[in-house]
């Protein structure tokens, strides 16, 4: 019976596997900035915070959609265990280096399940992962403006304030 079902599902089987791990790398994406947003406010951060805030709710969101659409294809999506989050971080650029090294983590992982999708022809899937392959261009886009903030201004005192203000406006 289990491999009938298997047979029946409109994506291949190999693939939902790599879906299924992408949705746990999703959710750790989300439980670590929502670490990081702990830390932006209990150090006075608020825009800071707020920016980290709105990035673990996306990432949470970023794992629905690939949980529905799992479920949505006849496979079974398995929700995550999550461990192993960082709470202590030395600084906000700090913050945002670990960030930007996260996103690629995951951009990579996106692109690895691309060429899976390819080799096996599971069009719809990959189909649905272009969403995600740009999703990711802007959301390394982002790290990097906030980077370029640092290198600009330093990080002394003031600057951290000024930088903090400049937070909402790297989505634009």
């Known amino acids: 019976m289990k491999d009938l079902v298997r047979q029946r599902l409109s994506i291949n089987v190999d693939v939902m596997d790599l879906l299924n791990e ?3 790398k999703e959710a750790h994406s989300s439980s670590v900035y929502l670490a990081m947003a702990s830390w932006c406010d209990h150090n006075a951060l608020n825009n800071s915070a707020e920016f980290f805030y709105e990035q673990s709710k996306e990432e949470r969101d970023h794992m629905m959609r690939i949980f529905k659409f799992i479920n949505d294809n006849g496979g079974m999506a398995i929700s995550p265990e999550v461990t192993d989050i960082p709470h202590d971080f030395d600084s906000l650029e700090g ?16 692109h690895n399940i691309v060429l899976k999708c390819r080799k096996v022809n599971d069009l719809a899937t990959e189909s649905f992962l272009q969403w995600f392959v740009k999703e990711q261009m802007e959301e390394e886009q982002t790290m990097r403006k906030a980077l370029d903030l640092f290198d600009l201004m330093g990080t002394d005192g003031i600057a951290l304030k000024l930088i903090d203000e400049r937070i909402p406006k790297i989505k634009e």
């Open 22 to 24: 992408q949705i746990v």
């Open 95 to 110: 913050i945002f280096e670990t960030s930007l090294e996260q996103e690629i983590a995951i951009t990579k992982s996106i």
